[in-house]
């Protein structure tokens, strides 16, 4: 089945440490998104990529690094700088329609 | 982007319809208005969209005032499973990939 799949669902950060979070989809989607929410909150948008080998910061880009080398994939790298990382981490990519398809999502918590 | 109201929260009964306002008084004419809904610890849904006719599928209908400044999406018979955050969002569209902009939304609790 065409989707788009987060791995893992759970993860945990030692203080210092970087982590990577998957995002794979099988959509043929162009663009592809990552959200970050805390509890309670609504969604904010950390990166995104509208083609291959490109990509544009978000409203809270700063912490995070991402990559964009195949259509298929866009991992999210949260790394040390990014001192309160412990939210709900979704991945999304758009349709032809404009809709945006999600993830399952990762569970990110700091040890 | 233009920005959406919605209230913070609705109660429904279990088999009647859940009517959720949205306002969006500052839409332009190129803006498409978008429905999501998120269970908890899931990833957003997306229900249905439009532009200025009303729309209909087999979630949801969606109808959008005349003047475009406000939207109502429709549940037409609530059960427990859509008691969810409903996030009403407006953007260029359809074809753009500009990122959408969530608020925070409604939350609707169907009650049996």
């Known amino acids: 089945d065409g989707g788009i799949t987060q791995s893992p669902k759970y993860l945990f950060r030692k203080e210092g440490q970087n982590v990577t979070l998957s995002c794979e989809q099988n959509?043929?989607?162009?663009?592809m998104y990552w959200y970050r929410q805390d509890p309670g909150q609504g969604l904010r948008l950390i990166y995104y990529s509208q083609i291959v080998n490109d990509f544009q910061k978000g409203d809270i880009a700063e912490g995070y690094s991402v990559s964009r080398e195949k259509k298929e994939s866009f991992p999210l790298t949260v790394t040390s700088a990014q001192k309160n990382p412990t939210a709900f981490y979704l991945c999304?990519?758009?349709?032809?329609?404009?809709?945006?398809?999600f993830g399952s999502g990762t569970q990110l918590s700091v040890l | 982007d233009a920005k959406t109201t919605q209230p913070p929260s609705m109660d429904c009964a279990e088999g009647r319809a859940a009517n959720l306002p949205c306002n969006h008084s500052?839409?332009?004419?190129?803006?498409?208005v978008y429905w999501y809904r998120q269970i908890h610890s899931q990833g957003p849904q997306y229900i249905i969209h439009g532009l200025k006719n009303n729309e209909t599928n087999e979630m949801a209908s969606l109808i959008i005032t005349e003047d475009r400044k406000s939207s109502t999406l429709i549940l037409p018979h609530a059960t427990l499973r859509d008691t969810a955050v409903y996030y009403c969002?407006?953007?260029?569209?359809?074809?753009?990939?500009?990122?959408?902009?969530f608020g925070k939304g409604t939350r609707l609790s169907v009650i049996a």
């Open positions: 959509l043929n989607h162009d663009a």
């Open positions: 999304a990519s758009t349709s032809w329609k404009g809709a945006l398809f």
């Open positions: 969002i407006v953007r260029v569209g359809p074809s753009g990939n500009t990122p959408l902009v």
């Open positions: 500052t839409i332009s004419g190129n803006e498409y």
